[in-house]
């Protein structure tokens, strides 16, 4: 109340013309302050809409691989006929294509791949936080250009929780190998079946059929 009272006398001392002052330096403060606000308010939607114009960049990545898969020429070469009885070693191949975009995978998760179309399917799943847009796109294309018989066959991408300008990326990627030959029953020689050509690209879990 003191206070209240003091700044009443204060303001019964000043003349008319210097309460003018005082009521247009009020209201100037307010509607500077308001603008401020305004220009924050309107920084931050800029802002909001930056981030989501980078997502849905990302998200048109993920539906490229998701729908195109890697390009393949009519005249390129069954990859099927290259895929024999080791697979490539994943593990060592994705810490390379990691390697070149300058990122790391802190830990790889081998996963039951099964067969399909008479070869063997070997899955391993990873995760990386904290990546760019540009980091993303370029992962991907090294995992799915530098050997044709590994491919992406599961994408989940979203936001990173602590910095929404990045992204986390969980991948499965896939590739192959033949069926280990049975032994020949009595010891005798006999030919096998022809390992079937196999269908599909990135994207899915089934052995790619164009490229080199």
């Known amino acids: 109340m003191a206070a209240i009272d003091t700044l009443r006398d204060k303001w019964d001392g000043i ?15 307010v509607v500077t302050i308001l603008a401020f606000l305004g220009l924050g308010i ?18 048109g990545v993920l539906e490229h691989y998701r729908i195109h898969g890697r390009d393949g020429g009519a005249a390129a070469t ?27 995978v ?14 063997v399917v070997h899955t391993i799943e990873l995760q990386v936080t904290g990546l760019t847009i540009q980091q993303v796109k370029d992962f991907l294309e090294a995992i799915e250009s530098d050997n044709k018989l590994v491919v992406t066959s599961h994408i989940v991408l979203k936001r990173s929780f602590g910095d929404k300008e990045k992204l986390d990326l969980k991948l499965e ?22 390992a079937p050509t196999p269908s599909g690209g990135a994207g899915t879990a089934t052995p790619p059929a164009g490229g080199n």
């Not at 003349?15 to 403060?29: N, Q, Y």
């Not at 802190?106 to 070869?119: D, E, Q, V």
Request: charged share 20%; glycine share 12%.
């Open 15 to 29: 003349t008319p013309r210097e309460r003018k002052l005082v009521v247009l330096l009020g209201a100037s403060a």
């Open 42 to 59: 309107s920084d931050r939607l800029d802002a909001i809409e930056a981030s989501n114009g980078k997502m849905r960049q990302a998200l």
């Open 78 to 104: 069954n990859p099927a006929a290259n895929i024999g009885t080791e697979p490539v070693k994943l593990e060592s191949y994705l810490d390379k294509a990691a390697q070149k975009v300058g990122i790391t």
């Open 106 to 119: 802190p830990t790889y998760k081998p996963r039951a791949g099964g067969t399909k179309n008479g070869f």
């Open 173 to 194: 990627v896939s590739t192959y190998s033949k069926e280990a030959a049975a032994a020949p029953a009595g010891g005798g020689a006999g030919t096998g079946a022809p």
